[in-house]
C-alpha cells in the first residue's frame, strides 16, 4: 500500500485568507487526486493532478479557488484560495498503491479545515 | 444525479451478528468497487475491493458481493465487533490505466455494533 502524510493535520483560518495543504506519498505515483468531504457528508472529488501537465477539475471546482501544483512524482499541493466558513471541510490526498499485486486507491489522514 | 446510492443510512448490529450494507450503481462503466472504513477524524481506510470479474471477494470478516447484471454490490461483516463501529462507504471507478482511479462515492453508511 501507498503511505500517504498530509500537512498540516488540521488549521482554522479566518475567511478571505488562503491555506496550502501539502501531500507527501512514500512511492513515486503518475496521479495525485485530492478530495473534499464536507461535514458529515460523503467525499467529493476536486481535481486530479497529473506531474508535468495542469490539474484536471471536476465540474463544480475551478482552478482560481483550488490551485494545485504537482512538481514531482511524490508530492502535491492544494491551495483553498479566498476561504468563506462553506469551504470547512476535510481535504484529502488520495493515490494509487498496490496491494496483494494488484492496484487499489488509498487516502491520506486529511486536512481538517475551518474558517471563521 | 447520484451515481452510486448506499443503504442503510444508519444500522444498529448487536456484537457477532452479520452487518450488511448495499449499494447500487447506474455507471454501467465503472469496473472497479472499493470499500471504505472511516473513523471520526481520519481518512477513509481502503477495506476490501472488487473488480466484475469475480461475484464475490472475502478477506478475513469482511465479503463483498458483487451483481453485474443488477449492478448492485454489497459488503457483509460477519461476526460484527464493538471496534467495527464506524462510517462505511462504497464507491466505484472507471479505471482505464495506472493510477486512474477517479471515485465516486455512496454517502456512507454509519455502523454501531453494540455489546
Known amino acids: 500500500s501507498a503511505v500517504i502524510s498530509q500537512k498540516p493535520s488540521r488549521d482554522i483560518c479566518q475567511r478571505g485568507t488562503s491555506l496550502t495543504i501539502q501531500c507527501q506519498v512514500d512511492s513515486q505515483v503518475t496521479m495525485m487526486f485530492w478530495y473534499r468531504q464536507q461535514p458529515g457528508q460523503s467525499l467529493t472529488l476536486i481535481a486530479t493532478a497529473n506531474q508535468g501537465s495542469e490539474a484536471t477539475y471536476e465540474s463544480g471546482f475551478v482552478i482560481d479557488k483550488f490551485p494545485i501544483s504537482r512538481p514531482n512524482l511524490t508530492f502535491s499541493t492544494l491551495t483553498v484560495s479566498n476561504m468563506s466558513p462553506e469551504d470547512s471541510s476535510i481535504y484529502l490526498c488520495?493515490?494509487?498503491?498496490?496491494?496483494?499485486?494488484?492496484?487499489?486507491?488509498?487516502f491520506g489522514p486529511g486536512t481538517r479545515l475551518t474558517v471563521t | 444525479q447520484q451515481q452510486v446510492k448506499q443503504s442503510p443510512q444508519s444500522l444498529i448490529v448487536q456484537k457477532g451478528g452479520i452487518s450488511i450494507i448495499n449499494c447500487a450503481y447506474e455507471n454501467t462503466a465503472f469496473d472497479y468497487f472499493p470499500w471504505y472504513q472511516q473513523f471520526p477524524g481520519k481518512g477513509p481506510a481502503l477495506l476490501i475491493a472488487?473488480?466484475?470479474?469475480?461475484s464475490e471477494k472475502k478477506e478475513g470478516r469482511f465479503t463483498i458481493s458483487f451483481n453485474k447484471s443488477a449492478k448492485q454490490f454489497s459488503l457483509h461483516i460477519m461476526d460484527s465487533q464493538p471496534g467495527d463501529s464506524a462510517t462505511y462507504f462504497c464507491a466505484a471507478s472507471p479505471y482505464s490505466g495506472a493510477g486512474s482511479y477517479q471515485l465516486t462515492f455512496g454517502k456512507g453508511t454509519k455502523l454501531s455494533v453494540i455489546p
Open positions: 488520495s493515490v494509487e498503491g498496490t496491494r496483494g499485486g494488484t492496484y487499489e486507491q488509498y
Open positions: 472488487i473488480r466484475p470479474d469475480v
